[in-house]
């Protein structure tokens, strides 16, 4: 993230970018989720899943993964919302 990026608490955090920087931010991306809020994390492949699924789980738990052909798009929910 950038040096003058101004953290705020959002209900939604969307992504679309390589699996390396997905896994990178963890902490930056999930700091940013209000309770209940989701991250959707898109773009990855089936082979990226476990890795960037594990950079997460400690905060967030496990996602719900929909696929569409090689790609996948994970789901996570913070603590105090409906999955």
Do not use: H
Not at 37 to 55: D, F, H, K
């Amino acid at each position: 993230m950038p040096e003058d990026f101004d953290r705020m608490e959002v209900d939604l955090v969307l992504a679309n970018i390589l699996a390396g920087p997905l896994v990178s931010l963890a902490g930056e991306l999930t700091a940013c989720l209000k309770l209940g809020g989701q991250l959707v994390l898109s773009g990855i492949l089936e082979s990226q899943r476990e890795q960037v699924s594990s950079a997460y789980a400690d905060a967030l738990g496990a996602p719900a993964v929909d696929q569409k052909e090689d790609w996948l798009r994970l789901v996570f929910q913070s603590a105090g919302g409906a999955p």
